[in-house]
């Protein structure tokens, strides 16, 4: 072999362990930008879409030109679980919560916790399927105590509202509407509140197959 080609094959052998070396650093940063990027679109405590997600995916709705609609759950009497338990056992309620609304069937598109004891279902299909979500959201949430380290156990109620893409109407406006119809279904105890953008009055509730707790759509 001569001196040239083996100097030749030397470096490229060198380059080529030295590619071999920065290959694992390089696969390193690519896992850490990627749990950077999930970090960041998660919560922390249930792993569940967090509010930055579910805008996002709102925003893509609301330009698809299909139909769709967005719920918000807010649990009642939750801080009175973290005082009387603690914080621990709080998150593991808001785990299990958010498991349930997980295992909602089609048409759910993404569950997501927005903050504190406040989730958000966005759903496909229009003003009847966002309802019937929003129904089976909540008797799913309620459907049985969640039993806590130490042996305790907690009933869960929950205050449900939801409102209908529209065309035109931006993320940020749909995500005020739902926060309306929860409130209304909080502040009137009705169970689940339906937002209606002309008015304010309320409506016997809808009767049929529901739950026993009673429903008022805000129109």
Known sequence: MS???ESVLTAAGGVLAGAAVMAVPLLR???LLRVVA???GHDDTTGLPNRRTLLTALRRATVEGLPFGLILLDLDGFKAVNDTYGHEAGNDLLTVVGQRLTDLPEP?????????????????????????TAW???TAVESAPVALDGGGQVAIRVSVGYTTGRLGVAARTLLREADEAMYHA??????????HPTSAATVPPLTGDKPVRRCRDRR
Not at 114 to 129: C, H, K, N, Q
């Open 186 to 195: 909080k502040t009137h105890a009705v169970g689940v509140s339906r937002y």
């Open 29 to 31: 940063l690519r896992y």
């Open 136 to 138: 089976l959201a909540a």
């Open 3 to 5: 001196p040239l080609l």
């Open 38 to 40: 999930y970090q960041a």
């Open 108 to 132: 759910v598109r993404i569950v997501a916790r927005l903050s504190g004891d406040e989730f958000a279902v966005l759903v496909d299909g229009g003003r009847d399927e966002v309802g019937v």
